[in-house]
């Protein structure tokens, strides 16, 4: 089985370097980003070892960034959370949804958002914009998880072929009341699309 995550190891690595002496691991890293290519049993102990291991890592580079400022009563905003660790886990240890490893459910420690937007586009559009992972087929392998993970952790699904005006009211119309109420500035600047 090949198992393909990005991540930037920090407590696994001592697993990762292992698993590249056995002969079950290969890395490639691009934009500082770890691109492993595993070979580990489905079934086996090592496979959930590598889960829980790498989901440590995600909590302990989340938890800074994330909860301690929300116990310092500010405001976090921030993309690629925990939606995203999911979707390259699950991905990379090519199992389904429907039951999680331990590792994966150690996620739920993380504060849940109150609001939460995934807008949804192509994988070749994605694989052009950010090319993070070695093809365009482990961009489309991930769709599908996006969409089922993302609505069941309960964001907002938006579709990323519609303008960034369109998104934008989109987002203003959902957001908590209060929330945002300060400024009606942009969440983003856009880039103006080409003429065909």
Known sequence: MTIRCRWRPLLSFPLLVLLRRLGYAKVHVK???????????R?????????????IDNL??????VLLPMLLGLTVISDRYVLDMLV??????????????????????????????LIMVDADVAF????????????????????DLGRK????????????????????????????THTRQPLAQSVPKGKP
């Open 60 to 65: 302990v580079k989340a938890s800074p960034k």
């Open 88 to 117: 390259d886990g699950i991905a990379g240890m090519n199992e389904d949804t429907t039951r999680l490893r331990l590792g994966f459910k150690l996620l739920k420690l993380l504060p849940r958002p109150r609001c939460s937007f």
């Open 43 to 55: 079934a086996s102990h090592l496979n959930s070892l590598w889960c829980l291991a790498t989901q």
């Open 31 to 41: 934009g500082g980003v770890y691109i492993v290519r595993t070979r580990i049993p």
């Open 153 to 180: 952790l309960g964001a907002v699904v938006m579709d990323g072929r519609e303008t960034p005006e369109e998104i934008h009211r989109k987002v203003w119309r959902t957001l908590p009341r209060g929330l945002g």
């Open 128 to 147: 052009k914009r950010k090319q993070d992972l070695p093809s365009l087929s482990d961009y489309t392998q991930r769709l599908g998880l996006y969409d």
